[in-house]
């Protein structure tokens, strides 16, 4: 068998102990978890770093590698590890209250979320068994009354791993494993979360007995049993360790219900990741545009000056489009600086990134909209079936704020895909002008008010130097729709808003209404040790 002694494991068949690092930490080592499905190690010093090793296997021996260091933010020190069951993350309590997860082969921090009020001394996972469970199955209309959301363009000025999180694509059809995360604090509360984001119930263990209640209690360690019905709770107090088991059979009644709620919003914080990612490509497309424009008209203003006039770019190319008066600037500028060729290329790359801005808004930005806000519909609709989901803590008032917010997002994309069309045309019209009025200039034509005859195009070119020349229209829109996705809809609003903690009564633990009165005779056992 395998103990774990200060950070050295000993195999009882070895002659000899692993040693994991070359110099011992600072302080020694203040806690340590062993990965349960992988060769991983994870360990704290007591500054509060968080330090993850891997075997490395070769012919003569087995040597350890360090994978990755984690420091907490905010001067917080790590005061509980654990695994979780799959050993693709691993969950942290700090000293400010906090969990944070931690994911081992991004090496990024997955989330993190305010728990309890005072420090955490414990953290634990629990895989649900749903083999045995109620058969409760609730259709999944998402599938086949939206669009798939596709996978997002590959940009090619992001290094790989940028790139890798910009073309991922939400996975809307997993079915992801329940996970539920277990925090207690010293203050003797547990609070139980989904995947270690959702906040399904708060714990009192003051609030469990008459002989808890005067005590001052600190968690040392929790385990939710697989079937959901039995959660055992080892305590501190002033004088004795304890050992408590309580009843949770509601989770397991509930079960379906929690799994699909939360497939909910498992979905929507794939899809706000998405519209993100799609939000940022985006504005690095329309940028890139806006660049190569602006490169290509700046020496205009340097020649004018030289020239030694006092008007403005805009000003010289108003009077070439109404009177046809063309400066010797001017002429330098596009006969010799631009000419036929140059506008021609910016023309064409310039409505290459318009089809591509236009394809993200519309076959990606408005798809995912619509999967958000299908799916907040859905779950406002949960939040009226009180039968089946009153008991998870879903609230209708709390979700209508969100459906608003996430009704305004669409509408803020519509807007912006209006506007993207609108100067779309503009630029197409000035470009089209431009390069009629290089041409007659080539020509040695001296009148350049007939370039264009087509009134409506000229009323463009006129909007396009009036608005579009010197301002950007489309970044102000999208901008204003980054600013209304990143703020109502972000997932940790969704988070409190539908699972909200539950109060106590005085001789109950509310994990939800059906959650059964503790009988004292029965589903508690107290086993205490005097130290």
Not at 13 to 25: F, N
Not at 44 to 67: F, M, N, Q
Not at 272 to 290: H, P, R
Not at 347 to 374: M, P, R, Y
């Amino acid at each position: 068998y395998q103990r774990r002694v200060r950070g050295i494991r000993i195999d009882c068949a070895m002659s000899e102990p692993w040693q994991i690092v070359d110099v011992a930490p600072q302080g020694g080592i203040s806690l340590l978890d062993w990965c349960p499905n992988r060769d991983l190690l994870a360990y704290c010093t007591p500054e509060g770093s968080v330090h993850i090793h891997r075997i490395v296997y070769t012919d003569a021996s087995r040597t350890w590698k360090r994978l990755c260091s984690w420091t907490p933010k905010r001067g917080a020190r790590v005061t509980a590890l654990r695994w979780r069951p799959d050993s693709k993350a691993l969950g942290m309590g700090c000293s400010d209250g906090w969990v944070r997860i931690l994911d081992v082969e991004s090496e990024a921090q997955l989330f993190e979320q305010q728990l309890l009020e005072g420090e955490v001394s414990a953290i634990s996972w629990s895989q649900a068994d749903t083999s045995s469970c109620p058969p409760r199955k609730y259709v999944e209309r998402a599938r086949r009354l939206l669009h798939p959301l596709k996978p997002l363009l590959k940009p090619s000025n992001l290094d790989k791993a940028q790139r890798s999180l910009q073309i991922e694509t939400p996975d809307i059809d997993g079915d992801t494993p329940l996970y539920l995360l277990l925090a207690g604090g010293v203050d003797g509360k547990i609070v139980i979360c989904i995947h270690g984001r959702f906040s399904l119930g708060l714990l009192d263990m003051h609030d469990v007995t008459p002989d808890l209640s005067q005590m001052s209690l600190q968690i040392v360690d929790t385990h939710l049993s697989k079937d959901l019905k039995h959660l055992a709770v080892s305590y501190r107090s002033a004088d004795a360790l304890g050992v408590i088991e309580l009843d949770t059979s509601a989770i397991r009644t509930s079960h379906a219900e929690i799994s699909h709620v939360v497939s909910h919003l498992l979905h929507c914080q794939s899809v706000l990741s998405y519209v993100d990612n799609t939000a940022k490509q985006i504005d690095s497309q329309w940028q890139s545009a806006m660049s190569d424009v602006q490169e290509k008209m700046q020496p205009l203003a340097q020649m004018i000056r030289d020239g030694g006039a006092n008007t403005s770019p805009r000003e010289e190319l108003l009077s070439m489009l109404s009177c046809g008066v063309v400066s010797a600037p001017l002429n330098q500028f596009i006969c010799q600086k631009l000419q036929v060729a140059g506008i021609a290329a910016l023309e064409k790359k310039f409505d290459q990134v318009c089809g591509v801005v236009l394809t993200l808004v519309t076959s990606h930005l408005n798809v995912a909209t619509d999967h958000i806000v299908f799916r907040i519909g859905e779950l406002t609709g949960f939040a009226r079936w009180t039968d089946r989901f009153g008991d998870v803590g879903l609230r209708e008032e709390a979700l209508e704020s969100l459906h608003q917010s996430c009704s305004a997002l669409r509408l803020r994309t519509e807007q912006a895909l209006h506007m993207l069309c609108k100067v779309r045309s503009n630029y197409k019209a000035f470009f089209k002008w431009l390069n009629l009025c290089c041409h007659n200039l080539s020509e040695g034509l001296d009148g350049l008010d007939g370039a264009m005859s087509n009134t409506s195009e000229l009323l463009l070119v006129a909007d396009f130097l009036h608005h579009d020349l010197n301002d950007d229209r489309v970044h102000t829109v999208l901008h204003l729709s980054l600013i209304h996705i990143s703020e109502p809809t972000r997932l940790l609003s969704i988070s409190y808003a539908v699972f909200c903690l539950k109060k106590k009564k005085k001789s109950s633990i509310e994990l939800g209404k059906r959650m059964k009165k503790i009988d004292r005779g029965t589903d508690i056992r107290i086993v205490k040790d005097r130290q």
